[in-house]
């Protein structure tokens, strides 16, 4: 069965510390894996992508994620963290017809 | 317009009421998907339109849940005799179309509807 896993529902972190919000996936074939973030009230922004080719990818707003098929991982990570990544992140697989299946999210807090 | 569209942002409706809920995607793009997201149940995959066709509405909930496309662009997903745990936010998403990178999907503001 095709379905996404983040494991941590919550997660706190200091304003300047580090961020990994973790992702797992099933999916049968050639997965293309997303990370969305949606504040409070607002929709779905992408953070960046990975359809295939290097498996570290860059995204908006200092993000970056590493796909590793051996795993069936899909982690984002943030060097520093802002006040204003507080947010809810959700981590998605699809395939060709672009059907998107998202994991149930993780809520980032932040403590100044 | 130069992003997705959703209308009308806010509905309030009284149980059994039915609701339409509208979707202007990109212009250009030939895939449109719909979503619900609830508290209970995250985001949730309903229906996928290519042009006019819906070649996967394994999503949708029950025979209440219907949506059509008109003309390749704008769509409608319409909910008969609402139920109390229909209250959701419903995200319209688009895409240039099929494979790879047209996959990438933008997504609209969502409609929250509430029943009441």
């Known amino acids: 069965a095709q379905s996404v896993t983040q494991p941590d529902i919550h997660i706190t972190v200091s304003e300047g510390a580090s961020l990994e919000l973790r992702c797992n996936y099933s999916y049968g074939a050639t997965p293309y894996l997303f990370w969305y973030v949606q504040s409070p009230g607002q929709g779905l922004q992408l953070l960046l992508k990975?359809?295939?080719?290097?498996?570290l990818v860059q995204g908006i707003k200092g993000f970056e994620a590493e796909f590793k098929r051996s795993q069936s991982s899909f982690n984002l990570r943030k060097p520093s963290v802002h006040w204003s990544d507080a947010a809810e992140y959700f981590c998605a697989v699809s395939g060709n017809t672009g059907k998107l299946i998202f994991g149930q999210g993780t809520t980032l807090q932040v403590k100044p | 317009g130069a992003g997705v569209s959703q209308s009308p942002s806010n509905k309030v409706t009284e149980k059994g009421k039915d609701v339409e809920l509208r979707c202007d995607p990109i212009s250009g793009h030939t895939a449109l998907y719909w979503y619900r997201q609830s508290l209970g149940q995250g985001l949730e995959f309903l229906i996928y339109?290519?042009?006019?066709?819906?070649?996967?509405k394994s999503g949708l909930p029950s025979d209440r849940f219907s949506a059509e496309r008109t003309g390749g662009s704008v769509s409608t997903l319409t909910i008969q005799r609402t139920q109390q745990e229909d209250s959701a936010v419903y995200l319209c998403?688009?895409?240039?179309?099929?494979?790879?990178?047209?996959?990438?999907?933008?997504f609209g503001q969502g409609t929250r509807l509430t029943v009441v």
């Open positions: 990975y359809f295939s080719g290097d498996t």
């Open positions: 998403a688009s895409s240039l179309g099929v494979g790879r990178a047209n996959t990438e999907a933008f």
């Open positions: 339109f290519q042009g006019n066709s819906a070649p996967d």
